[in-house]
């Protein structure tokens, strides 16, 4: 292989839009990722509350690259990177790939952070993934169904209390669409519950919820979730987490358990390893967060043919936001074209804000936008045309649009089918043990890479 090699690790937004950029290019791209699809995170919630389907927010990449034959898509989760040979290596199931590269680009995001208390998560899942949305979603529609076969009204209340941690956009939207569920989509479906008696609690450690979006909004949303029903303690910290409740300290120092079978994390997020993995070689800091400093060029130092882009790399206190690794991913594939062109390539990476948009309930959302903040049914139109535009794809677009109408014009969810195995999915896996692992290499590859292609 001649062409220069463009090695671009995940298929998130960084990896991607990256990808897409360099359709033209007189290169050849290896895009490796842990996951066959790329997912559109900031709908994952409309997955676990029954809205829309897996495949509308997670298309297939290859698919999505089927025209673009300059790039490779490969299966595997990368568990090695060294800076000095320049190869690559991912695994699956216990097959090594070694992939050498001229260029590499590095966009593996971000995973979900417990503050060191990982033991949380089999409580209260986390929202990062597909299995995490389906878990969820099994989670709350499961909460209903055995509260429905209770005759302990301390039983039914435990099972129709849902407690979300964390009130950044994520949080509300979570939030807000329980207590949708709740109060209107299901309200005729159960015998011996009334949902409508369900507790939803949203829980931050922070003064005030979307402090991103500034105290205005924050409020306003804060009084549209109170009006739909949902609890909001602010200044609370979630000291311990287990099977039916969380226990929380207030600011003053009392602390209060919250009895809760249905518990959802959506605080904090820890950098993929891949991160301190390159900065160590590089000489690079590394944050609490564990993201890697990247130059104004997005590369590391000493590393002019490596980029670090979107939630893993940090530079001038971006936020962990879609944007922000899609102007990256755009960026670095540029870069690469301009050195490969001959033109000047000294200009650093600019990132243009194009706003946050947050909703918390049909027809209701939050729009931060330049020097416009706008509430209610106008920034919950903004929020839908932005998302639609997103979502990769025709057919997604309009079937989305067709699960939305049905949603929020009508009560249905109609994506709400759960399967056993995903119900117990966190739990089956820690029977398993710690040192199970679908991608565990029994063996190691000890062919030597080929330039620009899998060993
Ligand atoms: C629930 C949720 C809601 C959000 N809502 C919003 C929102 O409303 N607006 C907004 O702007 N942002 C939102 N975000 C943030 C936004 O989704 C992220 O900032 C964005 O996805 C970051 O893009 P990325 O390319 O850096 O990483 P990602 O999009 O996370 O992609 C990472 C990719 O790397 C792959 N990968 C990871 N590790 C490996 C490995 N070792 N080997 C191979 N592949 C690997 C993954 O499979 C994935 O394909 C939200 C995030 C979440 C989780």
């Not at 249905?262 to 609490?288: F, H």
């Amino acid at each position: 292989m001649s062409r220069h090699h463009v090695v671009i690790i995940g298929s998130g937004f960084g990896g991607l839009f990256a990808t897409q950029k360099l359709k033209r290019a007189d290169v050849e791209i290896t895009l490796i990722s842990r996951t066959s699809h790329h997912l559109f995170q900031p709908l994952l919630y409309q997955v676990a509350t029954g809205v829309l389907s897996t495949g509308e927010i997670a298309p297939t990449t290859r698919e999505v690259l089927r025209r673009q034959r300059n790039v490779t898509t490969l299966l595997g989760d990368v568990t090695d990177i060294d800076l000095t040979t320049k190869v690559v290596t991912s695994q699956v199931l216990g097959r090594a790939t070694k992939t050498s590269y001229d260029s590499l680009i590095l966009a593996t995001g971000a995973g979900q952070s417990y503050f060191g208390n990982d033991h949380f998560s089999n409580f209260a899942p986390g929202m990062k993934s597909i299995d995490d949305a389906l878990e969820l979603r099994a989670r709350i529609f499961g909460a209903f169904e055995i509260a429905e076969l209770q005759t302990d009204p301390e039983d039914i209340k435990l099972l129709q209390t849902f407690v979300v941690v964390g009130a950044g956009p994520t949080g509300v939207e979570m939030a807000g669409q329980i207590a949708e569920l709740a109060h209107r989509s299901l309200i005729h479906e159960y015998r011996n519950i009334d949902t409508r008696k369900s507790r939803i609690i949203l829980i931050d450690g922070a003064p005030a919820i979307l402090p991103t979006f500034g105290e205005k909004l924050g409020a306003k949303a804060a009084k549209r979730l109170t009006k739909m029903g949902v609890e909001i303690k602010t200044n609370a910290m979630v000291t311990d987490v287990d099977i039916d409740g969380i226990v929380v300290k207030y600011a003053d120092g009392h602390e209060e358990r919250i009895g809760a079978v249905c518990k959802i994390w959506a605080a904090g997020v820890s950098a993929s390893p891949l991160a301190a993995m390159v900065g160590k070689q590089a000489g690079a800091e590394v944050d609490r967060a564990g993201r890697v400093a990247v130059l104004p060029d997005l590369t590391l130092p000493d590393h002019p043919e490596v980029f670090v882009v979107g939630d893993m790399a940090t530079l001038d206190k971006l936020p962990g936001v879609a944007q922000v690794a899609i102007q990256g991913g755009r960026y670095a594939a540029q870069r690469i074209m301009d050195r490969l062109n001959g033109k000047p390539t000294d200009k650093p990476f600019h990132y243009h804000d194009k706003g946050n948009l947050a909703t918390v309930s049909r027809f209701s959302a939050v729009a931060d936008i330049g020097r416009f903040q706008f509430s209610g049914f106008f920034a919950w139109v903004i929020w839908l045309a932005v998302h639609l535009f997103y979502i990769i794809g025709f057919k997604k677009r309009l079937t989305t649009l067709l699960h939305w109408a049905v949603s929020f014009l009508g009560r249905s969810r109609s994506e709400r089918a759960v399967t056993e195995q995903q119900a117990t999915a966190r739990e089956a896996l820690e029977l398993l043990g710690e040192n199970w692992n679908a991608f565990q290499p029994s063996h190691q590859s000890d062919e030597k890479p080929e330039k620009g292609r899998p060993g």
